[in-house]
């Protein structure tokens, strides 16, 4: 009895302090338990209806996320509008495309609602990517919680985001400097299983010999419809599966920055393993994204909780 007890007082603790050990101590997988109880229900159950009527969000939330984890760490940057004295992030030309602003905005007025001040954007952002890859049939797994949101956002913090123009070694050593290994960037380029690119990203592969003959057709067609047209990545832009690497065994990866996996012997093998097995892929996807989540995270005093995720306090 006297074991039994502790062994629940040993779990509560675990629970109120349990904190995740990986530079980010002051994260953890509970943080909102008590401070706001339906914290995750409420994200969960906003992404699930937002992706029932529109689907093709799922792709806009993921995203969301990576561009704002690499500028600034993980902290909302990507979120904040731009004012009279500032240019913000959402202004550079790599973010115009970036969708999903209004579901954090629901997501956050209703938190407001039950636990003013409590949860951050930063976290609204991490946990509905997580949860826009799991309803569309990837991964199904937790990231620790508790960033902060930052105070700062600018356009010419932009520019050292990795480009659709980069080769294979310049995207190895681009995420090797955030401390991701070519695995990790390989399996995070899977997250282009979802979505699409506009021409303007991939209109330099329509003249590409090394594009495959019929997916360089629908390439062009889809151009003749201006540098807005959008193209999906693979055959099932809503799903989350491997077809992205599978589509890159045939020459068909839309942007240079995803067919030139294939084209680097270390990249490429990594790439057929996923290819072959979606297991693996979701594996190794959905561990480089709590990876991507904890980048440069804002701890304590170091940001704040936003009231307005578009807004700095
Ligand atoms: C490896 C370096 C990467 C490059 C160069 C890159 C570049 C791009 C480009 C150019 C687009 C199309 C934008 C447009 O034409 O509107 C795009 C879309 C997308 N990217 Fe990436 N990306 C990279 C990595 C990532 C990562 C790590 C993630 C998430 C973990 C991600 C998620 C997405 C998603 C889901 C879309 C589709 C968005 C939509 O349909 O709205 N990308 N990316």
Sequence with gaps: MAMAKSLALFLLMELIVGGYGDGANGLSMNYYVFSCPFA???????????LQSDPTLAAGLVRMHFHDCWIQGCDGSVLLDSTKNNTAEKESPGNLSVRGFELIDDVKGQLENQCPGVVSCADIVAMAARDAVARSGGPVYDIPKGRKDGRRSKIEDTFSAPSPSFNASELV?????????????VALSGAHTLGVARCSSFKNRLSDPTVDSDFSKILSKTCSGGDNAEQPFDMTRNNFDNFYFK???????LLFSDQTLYSNPRTKSIADGYAKNQATFFHDFQQAMVKMSLLDVKEGSKGEVRLDCRRIN
């Design 173 to 185: 050593r681009a995420f090797g400097q955030r401390g991701f290994s070519a695995r990790d960037m």
């Design 40 to 50: 995750e229900q409420i994200v969960r159950n906003t992404v699930t209806s937002a």
């Design 247 to 253: 589509a890159l065994q045939r020459k068909s990866g």
